[in-house]
T-cell receptor, first 120, second 113 residues
Framework: DTEVTQTPKHLVMGMTNKKSLKCEQH?????MYWYKQKAKKPPELMFV???????INESVPSRFSPECPNSSLLNLHLHALQPEDSALYLC???????????????????FGPGTRLTVL | RKEVEQDPGPFNVPEGATVAFNCTYS??????FFWYRQDCRKEPKLLMS???SGNEDGRFTAQLNRASQYISLLIRDSKLSDSATYLC??????????????FGTGTRLQVTL
């Protein structure tokens, strides 16, 4: 089973709202990722969590706040977003590896269906 | 120069045709390579990993040339259901514990009757 689930599927929010996106996987993966994808563009990495610790923040604005409550769950908290933040937000997970570069060379990421976010 | 470059297409081919996509990457430290398929308004789905020895999965064949930093995907006997965007993806392992993927812009394929 290579399933990553995301909720909600669609979200419309105003610029003053606070909302959260949720992602879950039960594959025992230890690395989880948030990506943002605009229309006709490839996914852009936002955050990487590895073993429940934030490993990479790709200079994402602070209005996006990730959280990893446990190894199966990844949240993205949204606050004071701008209309240009409207996009498809994708979660992914992978096996990850603790300091084993040879295992990481075959690490494969599996994507959830995404949350389509519209900021008004 | 983009880290991963692909011809954006679109490639319009008739059913049954053979079509080839190419991709080049700039980081010689790249560790692993993938083709993902993405349908309109859906998530990317792993099509296949790409190995130096070349690998085949049914109608799909992928090749990697590390010396030229070049990756290819060949689709034989195209089906209507192959219509999608094909993303060339490169993994540069630099985090120690998680992979970091770099995506090409994707090549759009449209298979017609």
């Amino acid at each position: 089973d290579t399933e990553v689930t995301q909720t909600p599927k669609h979200l419309v929010m105003g610029m003053t709202n606070k909302k959260s996106l949720k992602c879950e996987q039960h594959m025992g993966h230890r690395a989880m990722y948030w990506y943002k994808q605009k229309a006709k563009k490839p996914p852009e990495l936002m955050f990487v969590y590895s073993y429940e610790k934030l490993s990479i923040n790709e200079s994402v604005p602070s209005r996006f706040s990730p959280e990893c409550p446990n190894s199966s769950l990844l949240n993205l908290h949204l606050h004071a977003l701008q209309p240009e933040d409207s996009a498809l937000y994708l979660c992914a997970s992978s096996q990850g590896a603790s300091g084993r570069a040879n295992r990481l060379s075959t690490d494969t990421q599996y994507f959830g269906p995404g949350t389509r976010l519209t900021v008004l | 120069r983009k880290e991963v470059e692909q011809d954006p297409g679109p490639f319009n081919v008739p059913e049954g045709a053979t079509v080839a996509f190419n991709c080049t990457y700039s980081n010689s430290a790249s560790q692993s390579f993938f083709w993902y398929r993405q349908d309109c308004r859906k998530e990317p789905k792993l099509l296949m990993s790409v190995y130096s020895s070349g690998n085949e999965d049914g109608r799909f064949t992928a090749q990697l040339n590390r010396a030229s930093q070049y990756i290819s995907l060949l689709i034989r006997d195209s089906k209507l259901s192959d219509s999608a965007t094909y993303l060339c993806v490169v993994n540069v392992v630099n985090t120690g514990t998680a992979s970091k993927l770099t995506f090409g812009t994707g090549t759009r394929l449209q298979v017609t009757l």
